[in-house]
C-alpha cells in the first residue's frame, strides 16, 4: 500500500500532502531520533486550508503522536477513533 492510499483508507476525502516539510523531517530525526517518511502525511481540514498538520498513517506513527505529542513542535492531526492504526495500538 502505498502513503498516499494508507492516508485515504484511514481519512478518507481528507487533503494531504504525501511530501513531508524538510524542516520537520530533520527536525525529528536530529532530535527525536525518529524517521517519520512513511509514517506519516502532511493533512488539510480543507481544500482551501493553508496551514496542514502531521498526520499520522500507521500504527508507529499514531504511536508517536499519542506517547509523544508535547515534543512534536507541530500540530497533529488524529485519526478518527476507529480506524485501523487506532485498534492496533489500543
Do not use: C
Not at 5 to 30: C, H, K
Not at 78 to 84: G, R, T, W
Amino acid at each position: 500500500m502505498t502513503v498516499g492510499e494508507a492516508a485515504t483508507s484511514i481519512y478518507g476525502e481528507m487533503v494531504f500532502d504525501t511530501a513531508l516539510p524538510q524542516f520537520w523531517v530533520n527536525w525529528m530525526r536530529d532530535n527525536m531520533d525518529y524517521d517519520v517518511r512513511g509514517h506519516f502525511v502532511w493533512g488539510y481540514p480543507s481544500e482551501h486550508s493553508t496551514m496542514g498538520a502531521a498526520t499520522p498513517i500507521t500504527a508507529e506513527g499514531y504511536r508517536l503522536v499519542t506517547e509523544r505529542n508535547d515534543e512534536l513542535e507541530v500540530p497533529i492531526h488524529l485519526p478518527p477513533e476507529d480506524s485501523s492504526i487506532t485498534k492496533e495500538t489500543a
